[in-house]
T-cell receptor
Framework: KNQVEQSPQSLIILEGKNCTLQ??????????LRWYKQDTGRGPVSLTI?????NTKSNGRYTATLDADTKQSSLHITASQLSDSASYIC????????????FGPGTSLSVIP | DAGVTQSPTHLIKTRGQQVTLRCSPK?????VSWYQQALGQGPQFIFQ???????QRGNFPDRFSGHQFPNYSSELNVNALLLGDSALYLC??????????????FGEGSRLTVL
């Protein structure tokens, strides 16, 4: 069964600290993996997208890694800011005749001063 | 270049009523997907439209139906509303075809409250 799991479910960190969010998937055949940031009540915004051959990709203070062998991905946030408070969603696509997209449940991050 | 636009942004309905939500995809995109997101949950896939046809469908009842127009815009219709239909409805557009990443671009959503 195609599934995406994320951990932790929620996380509270102090402003300026780093954190790492995890994503495990059992999606096959794998096409790509994306991380989205979703502010409360808003639509998700893409942070990174990685294909099978990519194992790291950065977008400013966000760095995503992908291990296609173990089917794990992480999103590392450095020097967190209050504006990083949001839900972070891992999304994996399966390569079928058309992209089948599976969403993780998200990790809720709160950055406090 | 306008991104994905959705309307209305908020609406309130009562049980048993019907609702229509609208979505205009990002310029150059030909595929529209609809998602339902309950408070504190991840988005749940409703269906996807490509070339004016429903191409994929999630586990939603027939009360949820949709349409895609020749200009690629789309509508989501929900009949016989239930309290449990209260959610943020997200529209995402993407581009199919060789070389396309299929990356999803989301609108800001339509917040539906059923009383």
């Amino acid at each position: 069964k195609n599934q995406v799991e994320q951990s932790p479910q929620s996380l509270i960190i102090l402003e300026g600290k780093n954190c790492t969010l995890q994503c495990n998937y059992t999606v096959s055949p794998f096409s790509n993996l994306r991380w989205y940031k979703q502010d409360t009540g808003r639509g998700p915004v893409s942070l990174t997208i990685m294909t099978f051959s990519e194992n790291t990709k950065s977008n400013g203070r966000y760095t995503a890694t992908l291990d296609a062998d173990t089917k794990q991905s992480s999103l590392h946030i450095t020097a967190s800011q209050l504006s990083d408070s949001a839900s972070y969603i891992c999304v994996v696509s399966a390569k079928t005749s058309y992209d089948k997209v599976i969403f993780g449940p998200g990790t809720s991050l709160s950055v406090i001063p | 270049d306008a991104g994905v636009t959705q309307s209305p942004t908020h609406l309130i309905k009562t049980r048993g009523q019907q609702v229509t939500l609208r979505c205009s995809p990002k310029s150059g995109h030909d595929t529209v997907s609809w998602y339902q997101q309950a408070l504190g949950q991840g988005p749940q896939f409703i269906f996807q439209y490509y070339e004016e046809e429903e191409r994929q469908r999630g586990n939603f009842p027939d009360r949820f139906s949709g349409h895609q127009f020749p200009n690629y815009s789309s509508e989501l219709n929900v009949n016989a509303l239930l309290l449990g239909d209260s959610a943020l409805y997200l529209c995402a557009s993407s581009q199919q075809g060789v070389g396309a990443t299929g990356e999803l671009f989301f609108g800001e959503g339509s917040r539906l409250t059923v009383l």
